[in-house]
């Protein structure tokens, strides 16, 4: 029988987390496979809701109904976005809020 792991990361949770994790992963449980889906988070919550997901991975500042939720908070990372130059972002008082 196989054995194997969903993982379900939000998109800037896979951007930031996912190689890490999956090296880790295949590391620490050589036996087990891995699959991995990103996926936005409101489709992530409904996953949750109707039963298809057990645990997901995502920026909390996106979930609305928190205290639904149990949440396990991960260590803070840094984390920048580039861009081109003459983009609108590279823009001085440009809105660069996530």
Avoid: Q
Avoid at 18 to 40: K, N
Avoid at 54 to 83: E, H, K, M, Q, S
Wanted: a negative charge; hydrophobic letters at 45%.
């Amino acid at each position: 029988m196989e054995k194997f792991v969903e993982f379900f990361p939000g998109h800037l949770a896979a951007e930031a987390l996912l190689g890490r994790t999956l090296g880790r992963f295949a590391a620490d449980y050589p036996g087990f496979s891995v699959r991995t889906t990103v996926e936005w988070v409101p489709t992530l919550l409904e996953g949750l809701s109707d039963g298809e997901l057990d645990v997901f991975v995502c920026d909390t500042r996106f979930v609305t109904n928190i205290d639904l939720l149990d949440i396990i908070g991960l260590p803070r990372y840094t984390a920048c976005f580039v861009c081109r130059p003459g983009h609108p972002l590279a823009e001085p008082g440009a809105d660069s809020t996530v």
